[in-house]
């Protein structure tokens, strides 16, 4: 089992364009969710999913959207990168009833 | 609401000293207490969790934790470190029903020192 994938590990961006981070995981797991991290604010979730087609808001949602269109994709959509969404970024899975969160590696964001 | 407090970002130990490394909560209905560790460049990883039942928690590579429901605290504690224990250690939070929603502390970077 590969776990928790992400793509890519880093990326650049200039202000103003847009991109999507990939996550997938082979466990089968019915929930994702996707985090920041920042210096010395711990991770902040951005939006998860508790199963195909449904998708809610986390703690820090604007600038980003979802979709979850199969169980084990979660796309990340940044809409128009901001120098403010400089950060790193972590997918997690966990199984329905267990709280155990999966990460994966995470992908490295930069925006000038 | 539910938050998660660790007041040291920071912690210098010694090679095999003991270390603590503190955490509260708030909360207003029951939880589930985790420790997560993040070494350099990686993902998180699951070091112990409290669900319910023994409030002595043990975990991978030697540590544990003890959940305090009196002083909403989940203390990290390890009687003896290692070099290979410098990481970040992460306390979270989440409710017990439904989508867990996790809250994350801030962090407390170990740092052992040889």
């Known amino acids: 089992n590969a776990g928790v994938t992400q793509t890519p590990k880093f990326q650049v961006l200039k202000t103003g364009q847009s991109m999507t981070l990939q996550c997938a995981q082979d466990?089968?797991?019915?929930?994702m969710s996707w985090y920041r991290q920042d210096p010395g604010m711990g991770l902040r979730l951005i939006h998860y999913?508790?199963?195909?087609?449904?998708?809610d808001q986390g703690e820090v949602p604007n600038g980003y959207n979802v979709s979850r269109s199969t169980t084990e994709d979660f796309p990340l959509r940044l809409l128009s990168a901001a120098p403010s969404q400089t950060s790193v970024y972590f997918c997690?899975?966990?199984?329905?009833?267990?709280?155990?969160?999966?990460f994966g590696p995470g992908t490295r964001l930069t925006v000038l | 609401a539910q938050s998660v407090t660790q007041l040291d970002s920071q912690v210098p130990v010694f090679e095999e000293a003991p270390v603590e490394l503190r955490c509260n909560y708030s909360s207003s209905v029951s939880v589930y207490l985790f420790w997560y560790v993040q070494y350099p460049n990686q993902g998180l990883q699951l070091l112990l969790k409290y669900l319910s039942g023994s409030t002595l928690v043990k975990g991978i590579n030697g540590f544990e934790a003890e959940f305090n429901k009196s002083q909403t605290s989940f203390h990290l504690r390890k009687p003896s470190v290692h070099i290979s224990d410098t990481a970040e250690y992460f306390c979270?939070?989440?409710?017990?029903?439904?989508?867990?929603?996790?809250?994350f502390g801030t962090g407390t970077k170990l740092q052992v020192i040889p």
């Open positions: 979270a939070v989440s409710d017990s029903g439904g989508y867990q929603k996790v809250t």
């Open positions: 997690a899975s966990s199984r329905q009833g267990a709280a155990e969160q999966f």
């Open positions: 999913s508790v199963g195909a087609g449904i998708t």
């Open positions: 466990m089968n797991h019915e929930y």
